[in-house]
């Protein structure tokens, strides 16, 4: 009983601790909505802890409330989900309670340290650095074959825990007190059950999203293609020595350990446009220095990210490197991003390692700086294709192609359909949508042709889907590198509520390595599901 009750205490402890932590920094939101599931969990109140519910008591929503309309409860929980990971993946690693907010719900979970230690006693935060430490060489980073490294991620750690652990919920606890040993029983088998139920939508949400075996937490992923199969991938963040970090769509980005000389820098307090990973621009290194990736034989595509926050002007930083020492390029960050704290990424394709097995990146100017770095396993003289499907979450189409969750954007607003479009082949990529004034910038490697594919479901206007109006309530206009695609455009009038796609050949890529796709309205907001940009 003692037991049970400290349990009690060490959770609500736990949730107290988490909340005066700091960890939130100025996001009330997460505050907002981590303390009022917690305390209906406590309350035994869980039928309570619904979208709607969350959003007019805990986020000050009105009782207006539409979750079609206003996504803030998803986003909230989903940023919440990836601050707790990272809490407990550093800080928070030797607590005595951990607190799980499964994917797809809100119902918190709260794992005990017990049920966090490998079967050898080590910690997992202990065995995450050796294996950190013995993982330099690709074919090892990858002993799953997908390339986020044999680091188990916080996620996959508390999932194995909850299968074995006996956890019982505060409402169960508070049973246990007062009732019979019979209905202490019923009670802790409810709990059993309930945290299989989180086992298990953790176990398929990571499957959906294809990052069964990831390290949870702390920067996003700014990639042109998703993680492959070959596990020849490579991820690494600047000037970030210690950490590691899990971005938005589950790719694992090394700690700065490949590069030597120069210096390391962070920044604070910017709002980087153009990715929903504002962390893989927060740290660098800058200066003369050299980044050494030891891969397997192969062709891989190298990819440089950088987002210049010194407030520099054009012309005020030449940023010389090469790779494998090949010819210098030379890039001024503010004029290729198109201005401060904006995202740019720089794509190399057919990169093959030098004789010593490793690709060589040599920052050579004075001036010099770069955020990130990513390799991806390549294909011969042809870039990788880029998919992107609106939302939060990467999907795996009945294809096998992986499309990445929402990025290279600027503008906007998401806004989903609210149920899942079961019979559509491919439902996913239409369920979300970006709409408003906005525009995409993506990186592509210079020197080729593009297919340009734009994917569109009308998700708010006709009788089909509930709502007002009809053919005319929604026209824009599409164009591309300055070229129209689309001129008058109306999803309405030419599929109803129906998935459209339409294709253009031949684009080329501004001289800067970008394909800008801009979406301008005439009647009311434009409208976007998915984007795919194939090499010719």
């Not at 991620?153 to 009732?179: C, F, M, Y």
């Not at 906005?438 to 998700?459: I, S």
Request: glycine share 10%.
């Amino acid at each position: 009983m003692k037991s049970a009750i400290s349990k009690l205490e060490a959770e609500r402890a736990e949730v107290d601790d988490i909340l005066s932590s700091g960890v939130f920094g100025r996001s009330n939101n997460l505050l907002r909505l981590l303390a009022f599931v917690c305390e209906k969990h406590f309350e035994g109140a869980i039928d309570e802890i619904k979208e709607y519910s969350i959003a007019v008591q805990a986020l000050g929503r009105p009782e207006s409330f539409d979750p079609q309309v206003d996504t803030i409860v998803r986003v909230t929980a989903h940023a919440l989900r990836k601050r707790l990971e990272d809490y407990y993946r550093t800080t928070g690693a030797e607590h005595p309670v951990h607190i799980c907010l499964p994917p797809g719900h809100y119902v918190p979970k709260f794992i005990h340290t017990g049920q966090l230690e490998t079967p050898r006693g080590q910690s997992t935060l202990d065995q995450r650095q050796d294996e950190r430490q013995n993982g330099e060489y690709l074919d090892r980073v990858s002993s799953s074959g997908n390339g986020r490294g044999e680091n188990r991620d916080h996620s996959a750690v508390l999932a194995e825990a909850s299968k074995t652990a006996d956890v019982s919920g505060p409402h169960d606890i508070a049973r246990a007190v007062s009732k019979s040993r019979l209905r202490t029983g019923l009670a802790i088998l409810a709990a059993v059950f309930t945290i299989s139920i989180c086992v298990v939508s953790v176990f398929f949400w990571k499957r959906w999203n294809g990052r069964a075996g990831r390290e949870k937490p702390s920067l996003t992923q700014a990639a042109v293609a998703p993680d492959t199969a070959s596990g020849r991938i490579l991820r690494a963040i600047m000037g970030s020595t210690s950490t590691s970090y899990i971005d938005g769509g589950g790719s694992k980005w090394d700690s700065d350990h490949f590069c030597s000389g120069g210096t390391t820098f962070s920044v604070t307090g910017h709002a980087i446009q153009g990715t929903d990973d504002p962390e893989l621009f927060s740290s660098g290194r800058r200066g003369a220095f050299r980044c050494n990736y030891p891969v397997p034989p192969g062709t891989y595509e190298v990819h440089l990210l950088f987002a210049e926050t010194s407030g520099l002007q054009e012309n005020s930083r030449n940023v010389g490197f090469s790779i494998n020492g090949g010819p210098t390029t030379n890039l001024d960050v503010v004029d290729d991003a198109g201005g401060d704290d904006i995202a740019t990424t720089k794509v190399f394709t057919d990169i093959t390692p030098a004789s010593d097995g490793s690709i060589h990146v040599d920052f050579t100017t004075p001036e010099a700086f770069v955020n990130a770095i990513e390799i991806l396993q390549g294909v011969p003289h042809r870039m990788l294709p880029v998919r992107i499907v609106v939302g939060h979450s990467p999907y795996t189409d009945s294809s096998g192609n992986v499309w990445m969750s929402d990025r290279y954007f600027f503008g906007g607003r998401l806004s989903s359909l609210g149920s899942p479009l079961t019979k559509v082949t491919d439902g996913r990529l239409y369920e979300w949508h970006r709409f408003g004034h906005f525009h995409y910038v993506v990186p592509v490697a210079t020197g080729a042709k593009y297919t340009l594919r734009l994917h569109f479901m009308e998700h708010w206007f006709g009788v089909q889907n509930g709502g007002i109006g009809g053919v005319g309530s929604r026209v824009f206009g599409v164009s591309c590198n300055g070229s129209m695609l689309l001129k008058g455009f109306d999803i309405l009038r030419e599929a109803g509520s129906e998935p459209l796609v339409k294709s253009f050949q031949h684009v080329e890529p501004t001289p800067q390595g970008k394909i800008e796709i801009y979406f301008t309205p005439a009647v009311n907001y434009p409208s976007i599901s998915a984007i795919e940009i194939i090499p010719e």
